[in-house]
C-alpha cells in the first residue's frame, strides 16, 4: 500500500497519455488557506513516500515508464493483426499489405525498443529477458505470416507455423505478466 500511489500516477499517465492536469491552482482563487494547507501536507506526504524509495523500486518505475515508448508500436501492431482472424483468397492481399506496411515495421520497432531496455537488477533484467524472447517469438510469426500470404497461393504451413510461434511468444509474454506483476508485489507496489 506504501507505494501505491506512484504506481498509481504512473498508470494514470500512462492512460492519458502523459499528460498531467493542473487541478490545485485553479481551486486556489476560491480559497488560497485551504489549498495551500492541502498542497503542503500533499508534498510533506509525497517526501516521506518518495525517501521510503530503495534503488530496486526506483529501477522498477523507471522500467515501467521505459516501457511506455516501445508500447506504442506494439499496439499499431497487434491492432492489425487482430482485425484479421481467417485468411482467405478475397482477403489474402489486404492482409499481406497490412502486415508488410504496418504490422511488421511496428513490432519490429517495438522488440528493437525493448532490446535497449536495460534494467539494473538482476532479477528485473531476466524477467525483461523474457518479454524480449516472447515479443521476438511474436514478430517471427508475423514474418511467417507475411510469408504465407506473399503470393497468391495461401502457405497452409506457414501459417501453421506461425500459429504456434503465436502460441509460444504468448505463453513467454503471460509468463513474464505473471512475473513482473510478482516481482512489483514483492517491492510493496499494489499490481
Known amino acids: 500500500m506504501k507505494k501505491h500511489w506512484i504506481l498509481s500516477i504512473l498508470m ?6 502523459g499528460v498531467v492536469l493542473p487541478t490545485g491552482h485553479y481551486v486556489a482563487a476560491a480559497d488560497n488557506s485551504t489549498v495551500i494547507s492541502d ?4 508534498e510533506e506526504t509525497i517526501n516521506q513516500e518518495e ?3 530503495t ?4 529501477d522498477f518505475l523507471d522500467y515501467l515508464e521505459a516501457l511506455e515508448a516501445p508500447s506504442v508500436y506494439e499496439q499499431k501492431a497487434l491492432k492489425v493483426l487482430g482485425d484479421t482472424t481467417y485468411i482467405t483468397p478475397s482477403n489474402r492481399k489486404s492482409f499481406f499489405l497490412q502486415l508488410n506496411n504496418i504490422a511488421v515495421p511496428n513490432y519490429t520497432k517495438y522488440v528493437s525498443m525493448l532490446k535497449q531496455i536495460k534494467p539494473e537488477n538482476p532479477e528485473l533484467k531476466k524477467i525483461h529477458n523474457k518479454l524480449i524472447k516472447g515479443s521476438y517469438t511474436q514478430l517471427e510469426a508475423s514474418i511467417l505470416f507475411k510469408k504465407a500470404v506473399s503470393k497468391t497461393q495461401i502457405n497452409k504451413t506457414l ?7 503465436v502460441a509460444a511468444g504468448l505463453k513467454l509474454i503471460l509468463e513474464y505478466q505473471a512475473e513482473i506483476n510478482t516481482y512489483g508485489e514483492t517491492l510493496g507496489f499494489e499490481m
Not at 494514470?12 to 497519455?17: A, D, K, N, Y
Request: glycine fraction near 8%; proline fraction near 0%.
Open 12 to 17: 494514470s499517465m500512462v492512460l492519458i497519455g
Open 55 to 58: 534503488a530496486d523500486d526506483q
Open 39 to 42: 498542497e503542503e501536507n500533499t
Open 51 to 53: 525517501q521510503e524509495l
Open 159 to 165: 501459417l501453421k507455423q506461425g500459429n504456434e510461434k
